[in-house]
């Protein structure tokens, strides 16, 4: 079983449509949690970033993290074609040089 | 402000030939951080460098080498290429080792081996 889940897709929506995007993870001792946005042929950019349970919100973005259920959500309001691209979450210990393990990444199409 | 920058952009090897990508961070970062990626796979780490003078293995190192050149520059060698090792390879760097700050990653080097 891999440390980090997360449903690859691809998902595909309308503009304007809420995006719900998930990942699932079993080691207990994840503390960071971050979303990347990657667009083709591009390196991972970061998206959002939070170490706590709760709920985070930049824009139209909103992070979730449920460290009891482990399990971290990225929402996106009012999509848009420029949301297009691939979504990894990625996530670390609190100790250390940070080493991020990576979802498999989920690929999103919004459609005009 | 370039952030992460890597060399070359694409590569085609042989069986056998050695090759060794470069990566260079211009915002003063101690963490650097070698990742290849594969369909399916999401990213995966396969050597860091904490901090200047430092380099450990991440989660699949075997087939490559490191070298923490100075602060700036982090380059990963393949000594004997393998078709599996065909794959995007992408260099980050994080700022101080200890603290919270997330890592910023290069647009990878594309490398196929033949």
């Known amino acids: 079983q891999k440390e980090v889940e997360q449903d690859p897709g691809p998902l595909s929506v309308p503009e304007g449509a809420i995006v719900s995007l998930n990942c699932t993870y079993s080691n207990s001792a994840f503390q960071y949690f971050m979303w990347y946005r990657q667009y083709s042929r591009k390196g991972p950019e970061l998206l959002m970033y939070?170490?706590?349970?709760g709920n985070k919100e930049d824009g139209r973005f909103t992070a979730q993290v449920d460290k009891s259920s482990k399990y971290i959500s990225l929402f996106i309001r009012d999509s848009q074609p420029s949301d297009s691209a691939t979504y990894l979450c990625?996530?670390?210990?609190?100790?250390?040089?940070?080493?991020?393990?990576f979802g498999q990444g989920t690929r999103l199409t919004i459609n005009p | 402000n370039a952030g992460v920058t890597q060399t070359p952009k694409f590569q085609v090897l042989k069986t056998g030939q050695s090759m060794t990508l470069q990566c260079a961070q211009d915002m003063n970062h101690n963490s650097m951080y070698w990742y290849r990626q594969d369909p399916g796979m999401g990213l995966r780490l396969i050597y860091y460098?904490?901090?200047?003078?430092?380099?450990d293995k991440g989660e699949v190192p075997n087939g490559y080498n490191v070298s923490r050149l100075n602060k700036r520059e982090f380059s990963l060698r393949l000594e004997s290429a393998a078709p599996s090792q065909t794959s995007v390879y992408f260099c980050?760097?994080?700022?101080?080792?200890?603290?919270?700050?997330?890592?910023?990653f290069g647009d990878g080097t594309r490398l196929s081996i033949l």
């Open positions: 460098s904490a901090s200047e003078g430092t380099t």
């Open positions: 990625a996530m670390s210990s609190i100790q250390g040089a940070q080493k991020l393990v």
């Open positions: 939070t170490y706590s349970s």
């Open positions: 980050a760097s994080r700022g101080q080792s200890k603290s919270n700050q997330p890592q910023h």
